[in-house]
């Protein structure tokens, strides 16, 4: 009876140590999964990480390229400088032939013109930037000679033009303007008989061996001209 139930207690002690080990092995075995799940899970999440940021990093390696062209791109072009007008008058520079008309009696009505024929010598000043032209017309009655200074403005790009009469030894008030497209306008104002009047001086028709130029006077503020001196000039030389 004793040896029974010694037998017993033993087998049931096996089967208990049984379960032990078979329990432990078994939590082995699940703790092995779970680490290895766990790292499979990690390496998964770390590959995708790492994915995202090399395609962060392609696409602002990328980008940046784009910004760069962007940038560029949006800069204005720089501001090209204003022409400058210095050589205008270059045109003019030697010894001219000089077909003259002259209305006798501007601002009256009057349409008698007087004509002259002439010479025009212009000798250029400071490289360019300044000219001085001397004027000798005639015809059966009438002598006349003239001088007129050309002056450049390199701040306005403008040049003025001053007229001085050898009869009274005076200079006028200059005409101040520019040329543009081949055309020079020059405009004042000044006194006539005692009347405020606008003053142009217009040169065109230019090429290397011939010009055109002609003055009028406005009394009504620019409405109207009236030409009182044209004259067509031919090179003779340089």
Request: hydrophobic share 35%; with cysteine; charged share 20%.
């Amino acid at each position: 009876m004793v040896q029974a139930q010694r037998t017993t207690l033993l087998e049931e002690n096996i089967m208990n140590t049984t379960i032990e080990v078979t329990k432990k092995v078994t939590n082995r075995r699940i703790g092995r999964r779970l680490v290895n799940e766990t790292l499979r899970r990690g390496a998964k999440k770390n590959f995708y990480v790492a994915l995202v940021i090399c395609a962060i990093g392609w696409t602002q390696g990328t980008s940046f390229p784009q910004a760069t062209q962007a940038s560029v791109g949006s800069q204005s072009p720089a501001a090209s400088p204003a022409p400058s007008g210095q050589h205008d008058f270059d045109f003019h520079f030697g010894t001219w032939k000089a077909h003259n008309l002259l209305l006798a009696h501007p601002l009256s009505g009057s349409t008698t013109w007087v004509e002259l024929n002439g010479t025009v010598t212009v000798r250029k000043i400071w490289d360019g930037r300044a000219n001085l032209e001397e004027i000798e017309s005639s015809n059966a009655t009438t002598h006349f000679q003239g001088l007129t200074l050309f002056l450049y403005n390199p701040a306005s790009h403008q040049w003025s033009q001053t007229f001085a009469n050898i009869d009274d030894g005076t200079v006028g008030q200059p005409l101040i303007g520019e040329f543009k497209n081949g055309r020079g306008e020059f405009f004042n104002r000044e006194l006539f008989h005692g009347r405020a009047i606008l003053v142009r001086f217009v040169w065109s028709d230019i090429t290397p061996d011939s010009h055109h130029v002609e003055q009028s006077f406005s009394d009504d503020g620019g409405k109207t001209w009236e030409p009182n001196f044209v004259a067509t000039l031919t090179r003779e030389s340089k």
